[in-house]
């Protein structure tokens, strides 16, 4: 596709022709060493016994079995495979479907003093054994905290809390 030796066109502009980097036309591909392609199968075979492995655990597991591997090697591995640890994620955008959706009053609005706009915001802090769940008062102008509070449970009251304090 891309002629090295063509008289008008030089490299760059070919390469931005076909959209590839010119590091890509110049490179070429590169190929795995054995042993990679050993511990790439290794990480698979462990990866279908465990999903929930995440980098952490799978060189732990590999080291177990005498790879001499780190943990930024497995979670590279990891990625170019496109494995991902399987664990239970907070459930946070969950809306309940009879619920109305309001209409977003601040679109074009200008914010130039404290107090005129506030917010809240709600996420989460993740644990060993689960969740802590931060809720925030936030002033728009100033971008202080007004009023937070951490719960182990994501419920009204405490999303309410902060707001009954100020």
Known sequence: MIEPNHPTLPITRQCALVDISRSA???GPRIESAETLALMRAVDAQFMETPWYGSRQ???HLRRKRHSVGRKRVRRLMARMG????????KTTVRHPQHRVWPYLLRGLVVDRP??????DITYIPMRRGFL???AIVDWFSRRVL???LSNTMDADFC????RKR
Do not use: K, N
């Open 25 to 27: 036309f110049y490179g």
């Open 58 to 60: 799978m060189a732990s």
């Open 83 to 90: 494995l991902a640890a399987i664990y239970q994620r907070p």
């Open 115 to 120: 107090d005129q706009v506030w917010c809240a």
């Open 133 to 135: 769940y931060l809720v």
């Open 147 to 149: 009023a937070w509070r």
């Open 160 to 163: 309410l809390t902060p707001c």
